[in-house]
Each structure stands twice: as structure tokens, then as C-alpha cells.
């Protein structure tokens, strides 16, 4: 299991309204390999996102297709204040071993989308 780092970032300021730019959502496809690593996962990671100001609206629930070829396995979405907020998580030394482990117990394809000024 990853050790929790001590917050090293000064994530405060991106909880806040950013003036990097409009919010901007993850949306995550995630094939799940070994699902009690996955749980684990889940468990420890969720702190980081919303230390850096990340909401999870969408985590695996439902889902139907409507239209289209694309089927998502375990969809999952992130609210970020902004693309770059996003990727200072991303790339951040407290979220590094939660997404060792992610990618050791499950793969996904992420895409960065960014909404209206107004969400």
C-alpha cells in the first residue's frame, strides 16, 4: 500500500475559482485488473483530489449507451477548477504513488475536457 505523503504542495489556492482558465472535467475509462487493488486505490487517492481541489461527480455508476461504438468500462469524472489544476495533481508527489498503483492494477484512458466558465 502507498504511504500518504505529507502535503508538500500549497494545493490550498486551487481549491479556490482559478483564474487559469474555465473548470475542466477528467473523464476516465478505467479497466479494473485487480479489483481489491483498485479498492485500495479508490480508498486512498479520493484525499489527494479533493486536496487539489477535484470533485468526483461521476464514480462507476450506471450507465447506458445511446448512441455510438464507444463502451466504457468503469467511467469515472472529475470536476477541477481548471486544466491546470488537474495536472498539478496529476503530476504531484502526493498523488505519484496512488497512480503507481493504478496504473499496476488497472488501466485507463483519460481525456481533459474544459467546460463553460459558468459550470
Known amino acids: 500500500m502507498p504511504r500518504r505523503r505529507a502535503r508538500t504542495t500549497p494545493a490550498a489556492t486551487d481549491a479556490a475559482p482559478s483564474a487559469d482558465g474555465p473548470p475542466a472535467y477528467a473523464i476516465i475509462d478505467v479497466d479494473v485488473r485487480d479489483a481489491a487493488g483498485f479498492e485500495e486505490y479508490v480508498a486512498g487517492h479520493t484525499e489527494t483530489v ?70
Open 50 to 119: 479533493e486536496r487539489y481541489g477535484g470533485t468526483v461527480v461521476v464514480a462507476g455508476g450506471r450507465q447506458e449507451i445511446i448512441e455510438g461504438e464507444w463502451v466504457p468500462r468503469r467511467l469515472v469524472v472529475h470536476r477541477w477548477p481548471s486544466a491546470e489544476a488537474f495536472k498539478r495533481w496529476y503530476d504531484s508527489e502526493d498523488y505519484r504513488p496512488w497512480k503507481v498503483l493504478r496504473q499496476r492494477v488497472a488501466d485507463a484512458s483519460v481525456v481533459l475536457v474544459e467546460g463553460d466558465a459558468e459550470d
